[in-house]
């Protein structure tokens, strides 16, 4: 990568395009790639009516917008972790009390529960040498448990816990747990966290504001059959550090582009003006909390708040808005729709991944995607222009998870060992 000796103190965006590359919200990331913004280009462009492509523009973001999301990103950051400002800040910044990442050698029987959504995962970790055993099982919350009480959902969770270890002949064993739980928290320390606020369609009583670690702990002394402790409460994404650091101790940013999009970054400890821990420790782990980033408008410029622009949430629905307003005018499928287009939500994320998945010149599963919506009637250039706008969406997402990514890479100071934290894929030529 040519830089010049100014350029190189800091990532350049459009050196460093974050191609995410991913079925958004189905599953972890597969691979990333850094490519060169100008050398990125829709590979349906020569089919793509010349209309279509206009109207698509307006997905296109500017290296100027780009400059100043990254400006306005950095600002918030600050005052994240400013005690004065942190009160009013949009982009969080929380303290996680984690100091230390993983080095390798960790070795032991841990358990592992996962809390984000109307699914839950218990975990069964073997750590060895360079090596490790995971097994697990996926327990569904009744909607009844999510909408009731605090005491109800944590005795449920505390029975498939039991039951887990029942499975898998430790039962009567004493074992660690890391509880990632991937709702708004407050920690006050490495196992004491408050919730500030549900989401995710969970709404149960007497719990916010209060200690959900006491919260479980309480459950699982209720049963008294079971020996677990507690070690650590996280974030989604600080896990996803701290497992990716295990085997890459260069790793010092964790990344969540799922239903949701947040990131965790390592920062200088005399940065964290909140943090009251143990001193003497020269970094500390930070959840940002960047999925609120933009309510406030400071992303008024590009017509979005960053996670309903990036997430799998909301990506398959931003398609089908474009997909709705372009058919009505005329540009799409002779002008006729179908009742399942114009239904919300009716676009999964799911589709816009499948569909650029086709070799160029090849639409299998666009067609496929279109037939299910009832578009039967959709010509091969319609099926060009849906993938157009899926690219033109995707790219635009990409744009602004690299933006963020080079933010926290600026902000560290890290842009000469970029090569390390995150491994590059294609090289701009």
Known sequence: MRTSSKASEKVSFRCISLIVVLVLGQGPIQRCEFVCFDCFRAVTMVHVPQKIREECEVFHISDKQIREIMSRLHTDILKGLGRD????????????????????KERGKFLALDLGGTNFRVLIINLGENHFDMQSKIYAIPNHIMTGTGIALFDHIAECLANFMKEHDVYEERLALGFTFSFPLKQLGLTKGLLQR????????????EDVVQGLKDAIARRGDVQIDICAILNDTTGTLMSCAWKNHNCKIGLIVGTGSNACYVEKTENCELFDGEPGKKELLINTEWGAFGDDGALDMVRTDQEKMISGMYMGELVRLALVKYTRIGLLFGGRGSDMLYEPGSFFTKFVSEIESDKPGDFTSCMEVLDELGLSHATETDMAAVRHVCECVSRRAAHLVSAGIATLLNKMNEPKKIAQLVRPGIQPP
């Open 85 to 104: 400002s942190h009160a009013d800040a949009i982009v969080k910044c929380w303290i996680t009390y984690i100091q230390d990442l993983p080095n390798g």
């Open 198 to 209: 549900w989401t995710k369609g969970f709404s149960c009583s007497g719990v916010v504001g």
